[in-house]
């Protein structure tokens, strides 16, 4: 039999050469399984083991169906490999269903066994396999550092804590982050009584480590078979609150592993590279790689290239020719005096229509934390207006339906339907291919490009929960059960915009301009040089225009509404009107005319008095219940925290028909509303969104997902041909000089950790100072709430950017907003390794990391599914979602849907519309029910205060279930 090494030498097994070759390829690339429980940590330790072990790692779900049924299989696949780590995850160590193939490992053939390392629940389950005994702590340890000290066994050769220093004290330990409710009481035959009590040397199972709590408890963190090969950690070594120096346990296990394969002969198996690998790798296949792959398969550049088939109506369009090749023209000047934001806003836009606003509205709030070295107060630099937002191409999608997206032009029809590849892939390439060179476009954040927002239910669709689908009958045409048909992600290709910088005062006008390389057969549009001319003085009269429209308008007066509502541009289209009528599964939305407002303008205002709007808080009582079922699950191994919330809804009457001005002022509303907002409650990341179907206005202070190129000295550069090491195996692509200086960097920044500045029942002299801030924040129950999310954000950046690629530059900083104190982390992934932006753009990390982790809880898949029950399986829609853009550049920059409103177009109630905001907050083990409960209502108010002052009349009402 012949195999391939991975430098593609042909080898023939059994021959003396075959053997010392297999020995030094083994040598130099270790190759471990790790069977992954679902957990968010995963990636984090594959990265780990991946750099300090220069290790070659491999994932398999422990659910792997052919696995679990295939004796075979699994035998095989298990020869492939020097070792085996066993992962944590949620659940018990009892439950099959949590543990599935891991405990095949604990019973393999006594000859055969292959060295294996089991962490967190990845211990539990080998501690149960050989008759100890897990069972639930006193109290959950989710985030929480502890010291972890080895035992005398552990410091013993082959007890893998033997590298660790030895202190003053004689001993020897390091500072562990644990992420487990369940625990060890008793080990072999050994009886202990719980935590606290001593657990005696066993049998089997030899115990190596211990933490002690400050509660007197004892806790087994490490221990070693006697007999086999098996090992177990009970804390997390990949945590980034884990001390590096706790590294030395994991190459001391690798170093016991490859002893014993030695001692017993075990022959690690090349995998034959024509098989198609079980196990795959940690980092996700590239979008783009994907788009080529199958393009290639099909023999066409781009994916839209082959939808010509699909066309609706028989229209043959193709778009290709839709901006591939894009000039970016711009102009810029500065900031005209006495102007705002809004004020620009209503000039240039009109309050009416389909409009996208991102907006750093904390820029001007003044810095009340001077002197502070502590506190970062976070003003957002640029605001950015999508214009012509009517006119753009739009893409939407509906979760469930992801394999179908659909484009729409002006006017909202739709011209395209595709089913195939996913609405990632076909945005990557999208963008790719109108992709504009970084160095034209340094200037703006932003130069032109996709703008919009993705739901909280696109990202469970994508993470595999999806209870709120349908699953009987055509996966394509599902009838939808969720009760409507919005897109869960929406994208115009915005290219006309306006970017204002806060910081220079300078104002940039822009706009891309198709440009006439395409492939005339391809896109069967007649193109040459003068319609290329044509376009682009047509670009810059336009560019012209706006500049003296800002600049010449008198900034001082107050606009006449004439003119801020009534676009002079006859080809702009009209004004959205109000929509009246019902939702149809078969038909959709059905119009009912005669409830439409009657436009002849001649009728008498009504004078019946308008109904109240109703407000429905949540119930503090159900909510507190609800947090404990939380901690109930949390107690119960099944989270490590739960990101809870809960809705409020606003159902506002809809004005009578022939009363033309209070529908001027319905029309108006949702700006009102969101200058009122901005005004409130300025942050660094408010928007307002009046797109497709959906009005949002928010006040968020999160940051999500930013990615922009970070540019490098071009000696940093290795040019791939000098070294040797398995990193750079294959041929690098060739690097364009541009390629060469740049780093793509990924920033997340997740927010956990909230505490309001006014008085309240839990801090009654209320928190004024930032030091005391800090003070409140930086305690176990905060920390260990952020902590956790931090693990789960370098996860999932590290599932993209690949090992050691992802560093947290700042851990736990605590940012002044207007009503708030946050605590928040800065996470960043570089995007770089082989093929660079060519492969891996930011599109990925955001198609990767949703839904948000900060609104969610860990592990993310167990707690999400576990938040669905609690939230009575109400979808939070646009709330815990995310909105920004990703430009022709490759530059991207979202936002988490928080402190925000939105309003569906079919979200009607009789005769009333439904604005609905969301709030809630990480619950763990260290939360208390009154306190959680607090700290939502806390985050609601800054809306819920804001839709309170819009109106004279209302009735608040506490919510029934
Ligand atoms: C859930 C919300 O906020 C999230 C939860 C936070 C927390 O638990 O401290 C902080 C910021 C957000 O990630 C909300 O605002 O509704
Ligand atoms: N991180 C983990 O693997 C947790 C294991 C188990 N679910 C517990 O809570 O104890």
């Given at each position: 039999m012949a195999e391939n090494t991975d430098d593609g030498e042909k080898m023939v097994n059994g021959s003396p050469d075959h053997w010392i070759r297999h020995q030094r390829s083994q040598r130099t690339t270790p190759k471990i399984l790790f069977l992954d429980a679902y957990d968010s940590f995963t990636n984090n330790i594959v990265s780990l083991l991946t750099i300090l072990l220069d290790a070659e790692v491999r994932i398999i779900e422990i659910d792997d169906e052919v696995l679990l049924r295939d004796d075979e299989a699994w035998t095989v696949e298990l020869k492939k490999y020097d070792a085996v780590v066993c992962g944590p995850g949620p659940g018990d160590p009892h439950f099959d269903r949590d543990v599935g193939l891991m405990q095949r490992v604990w019973k393999q053939n006594e000859d055969e066994t292959v060295p294996t390392l089991g962490i967190c629940l990845g211990f539990q389950s080998l501690v149960t396999e050989f008759g100890g005994r897990v069972e639930r702590l006193r109290r959950g340890l989710h985030g929480r550092v502890w010291r972890v000290d080895a035992a005398e066994e552990g410091r013993?050769?082959?007890?893998?804590?033997?590298?660790i220093q030895v202190d003053q004290h004689g001993k020897s330990g390091f500072q562990a982050t644990l992420y487990h409710s369940l625990g060890v009481?008793?080990?072999?035959?050994a009886k202990g009584s719980g935590d606290g009590a001593k657990i005696k040397n066993a049998n089997d199972l030899v115990p190596l480590a211990w933490a002690r709590g400050e509660e007197g408890e004892n806790i087994l963190m490490g221990v070693r078979h006697d007999r086999k090969p098996f090992w177990g950690l009970q804390y997390h070594p990949e945590s980034v609150c884990t001390d590096e120096s706790a590294h030395e346990v994991l190459r001391s296990w690798f170093g016991e592993a490859k002893k014993w394969n030695e001692k017993q002969g075990r022959l690690v198996q090349q995998s034959n590279p024509d098989e198609h690998p079980r196990a795959r790798r940690a980092i996700r296949p590239s979008l783009l790689g994907d788009v080529e792959r199958t393009a290639r398969l099909k023999g066409e550049r781009h994916l839209v290239g082959r939808s010509k088939e699909t066309m609706?109506?028989?229209?043959?369009?193709?778009?290709?020719?839709?901006?591939?090749?894009c000039k970016y023209k711009a102009a810029t000047f500065p900031f005209p005096r006495g102007a705002s934001v809004p004020e620009i806003f209503e000039l240039l836009?009109?309050?009416?229509?389909?409009a996208i606003l991102l907006d750093s509205s904390n820029n001007a709030i003044e810095d009340k934390s001077s002197g502070n070295p502590n506190l970062d107060v976070v003003r957002g630099r640029y605001s950015i207006l999508a214009l012509e937002v009517d006119k753009a191409l739009r893409i939407t999608c509906q979760a469930g339906r992801r394999e179908a997206w659909q484009i729409h032009s002006v006017s909202s029809n739709v011209i395209l339907e595709h089913y195939g590849e996913s609405v990632w892939q076909f945005l990557a390439d999208y963008q790719h291919s109108r992709r504009i060179p970084l160095e034209k476009v340094k200037h703006v954040p932003f130069a032109g490009g996709f703008m919009g927002y993705v739901t909280y239910e696109m990202g469970l669709h994508d993470i595999g929960v999806d209870d709120f689908l349908n699953k009987k009958g055509n996966s394509r045409w599902k009838e939808p059960e969720r009760g409507h048909l919005r897109p869960d992600l929406c994208f115009a290709w915005v290219d006309r915009s306006l970017v204002i910088d806060h910081d220079t005062g300078l104002v940039t006008v822009q706009c891309l301009v198709r440009e006439g390389e395409g492939d005339e057969k391809d896109t069967g549009i007649d193109e040459d040089e003068d319609t290329d001319m044509l376009w682009i003085f047509e670009a810059e009269e336009w560019l012209d225009g706006m500049r003296q429209k800002l600049q010449r308008h008198d900034w001082g007066q107050v606009l006449p509404l004439s003119e801020r509502e009534g676009n002079g541009d006859a080809r702009l289209p009209r004004p959205l009107p109000l929509v009246y009528g019902e939702l149809d599964w078969k038909e959709g939305f059905k119009r009912d005319m005669a409830k439409e407002p009657v436009s002849?303008?001649?009728?008498?205002?009504?004078?019946t008095p308008m109904p109240k709007t109703v407000i429905s808080t949540p119930d503090p009582k159900k909510y507190e219940e609800k947090v404990r079922k939380c901690q109930e699950y949390i107690a119960k191994g099944d989270s490590y925290e739960l990101c809870l919330t809960e809705e409020t809804k606003f159902v506002r009457p809809l004005p009578d028909r022939r009363d033309v001005g209070a529908i001027k002022r319905t029309e108006r509303f949702p700006w009102e509303l969101y200058k009122e907002l901005r005004r409130k409650q300025p942050a660094p990341f408010a928007s307002f969104m009046r797109f497709g179907d959906v009005t949002m206005v928010s006040a968020s202070p999160e940051r999500f997902l930013e990615y922009r190129p970070r540019y490098m000295p071009r000696k940093l550069i290795t040019n791939g041909h000098s070294s040797h090491t398995h990193h750079e195996k294959r041929p690098r692509k060739q690097l364009t000089e541009e390629d060469e200086n740049i780093d793509w960097v990924c920033t997340m920044r997740p927010m956990k950790g909230t505490v309001r500045k006014a008085p309240s029942a839990a801090y009654p002299k209320g928190v004024y100072a930032a030091e005391e801030a800090r003070n409140i924040l930086h305690t176990e129950k905060e920390i260990a709430e952020n902590l956790m999310i931090v693990d789960l954000v370098r996860h999932d950046l590290h599932g993209v950017c690949g090992a050691g690629k992802v560093t947290v530059p700042r851990l736990m900083g605590v940012e002044e907003y207007k009503s708030v104190w946050q605590m928040v982390t800065v996470v960043e992934g570089v995007l770089s390794g082989e093929g660079g932006l060519e492969h891996y753009t930011g599109l990925d990390v955001l198609a990767a990391s949703l839904p948000p982790g900060s609104m969610t809880g860990a592990p993310k898949k167990r707690s999400c599914e576990i938040l669905r029950e609690l939230e009575d399986r109400r979808e939070r829609s646009m709330y815990s979602g995310v909105v920004g853009y990703m430009d022709v550049a490759g530059r991207g920059d979202w936002s988490v849907n928080i402190r925000c409103l939105f309003r569906w177009d079919d979200d009607v109630d009789g005769n009333n519309e439904i604005w609905r905001a969301g709030a809630g907050g990480a619950v763990t083990g260290l939360s208390t029910a009154e306190g959680e409960t607090e700290e939502m209502f806390t985050k609601l108010a800054g809306t819920l205060g804001v839709m309170r002052g819009m109106y004279d009349e209302m009735e608040e009402i506490a919510r029934d279930g």
């Amino acid at each position: 039999m012949a195999e391939n090494t991975d430098d593609g030498e042909k080898m023939v097994n059994g021959s003396p050469d075959h053997w010392i070759r297999h020995q030094r390829s083994q040598r130099t690339t270790p190759k471990i399984l790790f069977l992954d429980a679902y957990d968010s940590f995963t990636n984090n330790i594959v990265s780990l083991l991946t750099i300090l072990l220069d290790a070659e790692v491999r994932i398999i779900e422990i659910d792997d169906e052919v696995l679990l049924r295939d004796d075979e299989a699994w035998t095989v696949e298990l020869k492939k490999y020097d070792a085996v780590v066993c992962g944590p995850g949620p659940g018990d160590p009892h439950f099959d269903r949590d543990v599935g193939l891991m405990q095949r490992v604990w019973k393999q053939n006594e000859d055969e066994t292959v060295p294996t390392l089991g962490i967190c629940l990845g211990f539990q389950s080998l501690v149960t396999e050989f008759g100890g005994r897990v069972e639930r702590l006193r109290r959950g340890l989710h985030g929480r550092v502890w010291r972890v000290d080895a035992a005398e066994e552990g410091r013993r050769a082959g007890g893998i804590f033997d590298r660790i220093q030895v202190d003053q004290h004689g001993k020897s330990g390091f500072q562990a982050t644990l992420y487990h409710s369940l625990g060890v009481v008793e080990v072999g035959n050994a009886k202990g009584s719980g935590d606290g009590a001593k657990i005696k040397n066993a049998n089997d199972l030899v115990p190596l480590a211990w933490a002690r709590g400050e509660e007197g408890e004892n806790i087994l963190m490490g221990v070693r078979h006697d007999r086999k090969p098996f090992w177990g950690l009970q804390y997390h070594p990949e945590s980034v609150c884990t001390d590096e120096s706790a590294h030395e346990v994991l190459r001391s296990w690798f170093g016991e592993a490859k002893k014993w394969n030695e001692k017993q002969g075990r022959l690690v198996q090349q995998s034959n590279p024509d098989e198609h690998p079980r196990a795959r790798r940690a980092i996700r296949p590239s979008l783009l790689g994907d788009v080529e792959r199958t393009a290639r398969l099909k023999g066409e550049r781009h994916l839209v290239g082959r939808s010509k088939e699909t066309m609706w109506g028989g229209t043959c369009m193709n778009l290709d020719g839709w901006g591939v090749g894009c000039k970016y023209k711009a102009a810029t000047f500065p900031f005209p005096r006495g102007a705002s934001v809004p004020e620009i806003f209503e000039l240039l836009n009109g309050v009416d229509r389909q409009a996208i606003l991102l907006d750093s509205s904390n820029n001007a709030i003044e810095d009340k934390s001077s002197g502070n070295p502590n506190l970062d107060v976070v003003r957002g630099r640029y605001s950015i207006l999508a214009l012509e937002v009517d006119k753009a191409l739009r893409i939407t999608c509906q979760a469930g339906r992801r394999e179908a997206w659909q484009i729409h032009s002006v006017s909202s029809n739709v011209i395209l339907e595709h089913y195939g590849e996913s609405v990632w892939q076909f945005l990557a390439d999208y963008q790719h291919s109108r992709r504009i060179p970084l160095e034209k476009v340094k200037h703006v954040p932003f130069a032109g490009g996709f703008m919009g927002y993705v739901t909280y239910e696109m990202g469970l669709h994508d993470i595999g929960v999806d209870d709120f689908l349908n699953k009987k009958g055509n996966s394509r045409w599902k009838e939808p059960e969720r009760g409507h048909l919005r897109p869960d992600l929406c994208f115009a290709w915005v290219d006309r915009s306006l970017v204002i910088d806060h910081d220079t005062g300078l104002v940039t006008v822009q706009c891309l301009v198709r440009e006439g390389e395409g492939d005339e057969k391809d896109t069967g549009i007649d193109e040459d040089e003068d319609t290329d001319m044509l376009w682009i003085f047509e670009a810059e009269e336009w560019l012209d225009g706006m500049r003296q429209k800002l600049q010449r308008h008198d900034w001082g007066q107050v606009l006449p509404l004439s003119e801020r509502e009534g676009n002079g541009d006859a080809r702009l289209p009209r004004p959205l009107p109000l929509v009246y009528g019902e939702l149809d599964w078969k038909e959709g939305f059905k119009r009912d005319m005669a409830k439409e407002p009657v436009s002849t303008g001649n009728t008498p205002r009504s004078t019946t008095p308008m109904p109240k709007t109703v407000i429905s808080t949540p119930d503090p009582k159900k909510y507190e219940e609800k947090v404990r079922k939380c901690q109930e699950y949390i107690a119960k191994g099944d989270s490590y925290e739960l990101c809870l919330t809960e809705e409020t809804k606003f159902v506002r009457p809809l004005p009578d028909r022939r009363d033309v001005g209070a529908i001027k002022r319905t029309e108006r509303f949702p700006w009102e509303l969101y200058k009122e907002l901005r005004r409130k409650q300025p942050a660094p990341f408010a928007s307002f969104m009046r797109f497709g179907d959906v009005t949002m206005v928010s006040a968020s202070p999160e940051r999500f997902l930013e990615y922009r190129p970070r540019y490098m000295p071009r000696k940093l550069i290795t040019n791939g041909h000098s070294s040797h090491t398995h990193h750079e195996k294959r041929p690098r692509k060739q690097l364009t000089e541009e390629d060469e200086n740049i780093d793509w960097v990924c920033t997340m920044r997740p927010m956990k950790g909230t505490v309001r500045k006014a008085p309240s029942a839990a801090y009654p002299k209320g928190v004024y100072a930032a030091e005391e801030a800090r003070n409140i924040l930086h305690t176990e129950k905060e920390i260990a709430e952020n902590l956790m999310i931090v693990d789960l954000v370098r996860h999932d950046l590290h599932g993209v950017c690949g090992a050691g690629k992802v560093t947290v530059p700042r851990l736990m900083g605590v940012e002044e907003y207007k009503s708030v104190w946050q605590m928040v982390t800065v996470v960043e992934g570089v995007l770089s390794g082989e093929g660079g932006l060519e492969h891996y753009t930011g599109l990925d990390v955001l198609a990767a990391s949703l839904p948000p982790g900060s609104m969610t809880g860990a592990p993310k898949k167990r707690s999400c599914e576990i938040l669905r029950e609690l939230e009575d399986r109400r979808e939070r829609s646009m709330y815990s979602g995310v909105v920004g853009y990703m430009d022709v550049a490759g530059r991207g920059d979202w936002s988490v849907n928080i402190r925000c409103l939105f309003r569906w177009d079919d979200d009607v109630d009789g005769n009333n519309e439904i604005w609905r905001a969301g709030a809630g907050g990480a619950v763990t083990g260290l939360s208390t029910a009154e306190g959680e409960t607090e700290e939502m209502f806390t985050k609601l108010a800054g809306t819920l205060g804001v839709m309170r002052g819009m109106y004279d009349e209302m009735e608040e009402i506490a919510r029934d279930g």
